[in-house]
């Protein structure tokens, strides 16, 4: 499959040949799927305000679980997080629990959240 191929690349430390090889395996993936593998891909570079750039145009299409996820994932792997990257993560966070109040895996992502940004009495909330 496409992503695992990405991800061999990547483990292969290719890393001058994996952007490329990854822009081009995620542009014959179908919608949403390619936006967030690319999104996933950008994050574990440190490249955070581009993997939710990535994201962006198909995150109104995703569960909010999905959104919730997308969020962890994309803040566990930054390197670095620039102010417009922490408030943008808690837009789309803020939405997915707007979405889904009582969505346990929301609840999960929103928990995972908090522990990320060190807020650790909402993590156990």
Do not use: C, I, N
Not at 66 to 91: F, I, S, T
């Amino acid at each position: 499959s496409k992503p695992r191929a990405v991800a061999l690349v990547e483990r292969l430390g290719l890393d001058e040949h994996a952007e490329g090889f990854v822009r081009k395996a995620t542009a014959e993936m179908s919608s949403p799927g390619r936006e967030v593998a690319l999104a996933a891909y950008l994050a574990r570079r440190g490249r955070v305000k581009e993997a939710f750039d990535a994201a962006a145009g198909v995150r109104s299409t995703l569960p909010p679980a999905g959104v919730g996820r997308l969020v962890v994932y994309v803040m566990h792997h930054a390197r670095r997080v620039g102010a417009g990257d922490d408030k943008r993560a808690d837009e789309w966070m803020a939405d997915a629990a707007k979405q889904a109040p009582a969505d346990p895996a929301v609840l999960v992502q929103r928990g995972l959240y908090a522990d990320l940004r060190g807020e650790y009495d909402a993590a156990a909330e």
